[in-house]
C-alpha cells in the first residue's frame, strides 16, 4: 500500500512536471495556438486509445465500437452544454455521458462479450452503428445529419492534459490490482482463468464498461474543442483512428500507447503541409513500423516506477 502511494505521487510529480514544461513553452512563444491544438488533440486521443487498450490489450476482447460511446459523450457535452453554457453545466454533461455509456456497454457487453475474436468485432462495430443512427434520427435534440453546431469553447489544453494524466494513471492503477490480474488472466486463457476460479464474463464486461466511459469523456472534450459535432464524425473510421494508435504503440502497454498518440499526433502536423498526399505518408510510416515491429514500438513492455523503486531499494 505503502509502495502504490510512493509511486502515485511521483507520478503526480512527473504530471505536474509535464503541465509546467507545456505552459512555460507556451508563455514564451515555442508553443503557438497551433501547436497548443496539436497538443488537446492528442490528449483526447491517449484518453481514448488508453480505454481501447484496457479493452484490447488488457483483458483481450477485440472491440471496434469505441466511436459509437465517444459519440454518446460528445452528443451529451454539446446538448447540455448548449443548454447551460457554463463549467458546472459542461461538467455534468461529462458524469451523462459516462453513465449513459456505462450502461449500455453493461446492457450489450452481457451478451456480446461470450462471442470471440472476428465475431466480438463485428458485435461491437453493430453496436457503435446502431447509436450512430440512433443520433441520425433523432429528430430536433440531436439535429439529425446537421449536428449541432454553437458548442461553447469549454475544452482547453490543461483540462485536456489533467484529464488524460488522471485517466492513464488511473488505468494503471486498475492494470496492478487484484482486479488487472484477474482481467490479464482472462487475456492469456480463459478457461484456465475459469479453473481457477475466476469469473471471466464479469472481467471482460469490467474492462468494456470502463473502456467506454473513457471514450464518452473524451467524446465530451472533442465537442467542447471542435465545438460543433455531426454523425459522421463518429463512423467505423473514427474506431479504426484509435485502433490504430493501440496497435502501433503496443497491445497491452499503456506506455506504448503514450508514446504512439504523441507520435502519430506530431506526424499528423508535420503532414498536414503535403495536401493530399498526408495519407499515404502517414499510412506508409505505418506499414513500415508494422513490418519492422509488428508487436508495436514497445509491444507488451510497461515502464515501471515501482520496479526502479525496488531497484534502488536493493540497492
Partial sequence: MKKNLTTNLLWLLIGIFGFALIYALQMV????DFAVKIITQIGINLILAVGL???IGFSGQFSLGHAGFMAIGAYCGAIIG???PTYAGFAISIVVGMVISGVIALVVGIPTLRLKGDYLAIATLGVSEII???IVNGGDLTNGPAGLFGIPPFTSWQMVYVIAFVTTVLTLNIIRSATGRAILSVREDEIAAESMGVWTTKYKVLAFVLGAMTASIAGSLYAGFIQTV???DFTFMKSIDILIIAVFGGLGSITGTVIAA???GVLNMYLQNFGDL???IYSLALIIVMIF?????LGTWEFSLGKLLKKKEAK
Avoid: A, D, H, Y
Fill in 132 to 134: 450512430r443512427i440512433m
Fill in 29 to 32: 512563444g515555442v508553443f503557438n
Fill in 293 to 297: 515491429r509488428p508487436g508495436g514500438l
Fill in 262 to 264: 504523441v507520435v502519430l
Fill in 53 to 55: 487498450n484496457l479493452i
Fill in 278 to 280: 498526408r495519407m499515404i
Fill in 82 to 84: 448548449i443548454q447551460n
Fill in 230 to 232: 455531426t454523425p459522421k
